[in-house]
């Protein structure tokens, strides 16, 4: 009987022991599935992705394309002419290629000064034994040939601003004429600058096509939402990786185009600086 109630008590010990070890694996499994999945969180950050700043100024549309100056001389040649018999006496001032201002006498007849009424350069002089013709193109009358799509042609008026760029230099222009006609949805338009361009020359022409007011802004893009709140991801240090979200208050989206494309910006009220950067982030996990 002794020995039956040892046996009993080994066999007690023996499965307390078993139950022990069973709850100890399992236990340090599971503690480990844990800490392994802690690690994964860690893991799992956002990076930087795209970077920008925050504006301030005005933002500005403008539609650009390369136009031809016209080369067609009834447009834009003046001719002085008058007719003289043997003994008149006749003093030619000019030469083909000289420049000329308004004032300046081209020639004289007995006496009589024939006076340019143009600023322009001297492209042909005719004479026989009995007429002279002074030809000068008028700088005045020169124009840009250039075409818009109606879409943009109703954003834009004669006092629109125009910059007629040629030989890696601005020139200031105007429209001088607006078409009047469709085709293939284009629209003529005509572009008088200030100076000489050789006719038959090409050069680029930008229009603006509207400006808004003074303000902060920020690409679309860069701003985010939860429900009704926004906010932006303001870079803290960009080596570091470190950005901060904070809530702002937005004001109008805008539509800005330039040439063919068209870009969007949101008007930042508050809760942004000028020349701050901001980014849009995205998820990286590493294993």
């Keep these: 009987m002794k020995k039956r109630k040892i046996i009993y008590g080994l066999f007690i010990i023996v499965m307390c022991v078993a139950v022990g070890y069973i709850a100890v694996y399992f236990w340090g499994k599971d503690d480990n599935n844990q800490r392994k999945n802690s690690e994964n969180a860690l893991d799992s950050r956002y990076e930087i992705d795209t970077v920008s700043k925050v504006y301030y100024g005005t933002l500005i549309s403008s539609y650009s394309n390369e136009g031809k100056v016209c080369d067609d001389e009834t447009e834009y040649i003046e001719i002085y002419s008058t007719e003289f018999e043997k003994n008149d006496k006749l003093i030619i001032n000019v030469e083909v290629g000289d420049e000329v201002k308004a004032g300046d006498v081209l020639f004289s007849l007995n006496g009589i000064n024939v006076i340019s009424e143009y600023e322009g350069i001297i492209t ?38 125009v910059r007629v760029s040629i030989d890696n230099k601005n020139i200031e222009g105007k429209i001088y004429r607006l078409g009047y006609k469709v085709e293939n949805d284009m629209v003529n338009v005509k572009i008088s600058f200030d100076g000489y361009i050789m006719p038959g020359r090409t050069a680029d022409v930008t229009i603006n096509l509207g400006e808004t007011k003074s303000m902060m802004f920020v690409p679309k ?18 080596e570091e990786n470190i950005t901060e979200q904070r809530s702002v208050e937005i004001g109008e989206t805008y539509e800005v185009i330039e ?15 000028s020349d701050e950067q901001i980014a849009i982030l995205k998820e990286t996990i590493t294993e």
Excluded: A, P
């Excluded at 040439?259 to 600086?273: H, P, W």
């Design 259 to 273: 040439g063919d494309n068209k870009f969007y910006y949101i008007e930042i009220i508050s809760g942004l600086s």
């Design 124 to 161: 042909d002089i005719k004479r026989s034994s009995s007429f002279i013709e002074v030809y000068i193109l008028n700088y005045d009358k020169q124009y840009i040939d250039m075409q818009i799509s109606y879409e943009l042609f109703q954003m834009i008026n004669y006092d629109s601003y």
């Design 221 to 238: 893009d860069m701003v985010m939402s939860v429900g009704e709140i926004n906010y932006c991801n303001v870079i803290v240090d960009l």
